[in-house]
């Protein structure tokens, strides 16, 4: 069974729509009943550099699920990623709280 931040392998083994595989990072395995062991799965789409490029929901075969490891993102392939570094015991913004 697929969890939260699952990356998994999608196929035609999991759906005859994937004829042509995909990369989906799982946000939410939707609570409703497996229908003979089918699933709805809410998440994204990702790219060959592991970057969300569309959010889906999908009907899919667990039994033709594959997990993988995430591509690496970021910093690990040297790209910026647009985020900002923050400093562990910085202190926050004038008129800010820090989060407890």
Request: glycine share 2%.
């Given at each position: 069974?697929?969890?939260?931040?699952?990356?998994?392998?999608?196929?035609?083994?999991?759906?005859?729509?994937?004829?042509?595989?995909?990369?989906?990072?799982?946000?939410?395995?939707?609570?409703?009943?497996?229908d003979n062991g089918w699933l709805w799965l809410d998440g994204y789409q990702l790219n060959s550099a592991g970057e969300a490029v569309r959010q889906r929901s999908i009907h899919v075969r667990a039994g033709g699920l594959h997990r993988v490891a995430a591509p690496a993102t970021g910093a690990a392939t040297g790209r910026r990623t647009g985020r900002r570094s923050v400093r562990v015991g910085s202190r926050p913004a004038e008129g800010t709280e820090p989060l407890p």
């Open positions: 069974m697929p969890r939260c931040g699952d990356v998994l392998r999608i196929s035609r083994e999991a759906s005859v729509q994937f004829s042509t595989p995909i990369l989906f990072r799982v946000i939410r395995v939707r609570d409703r009943r497996p």
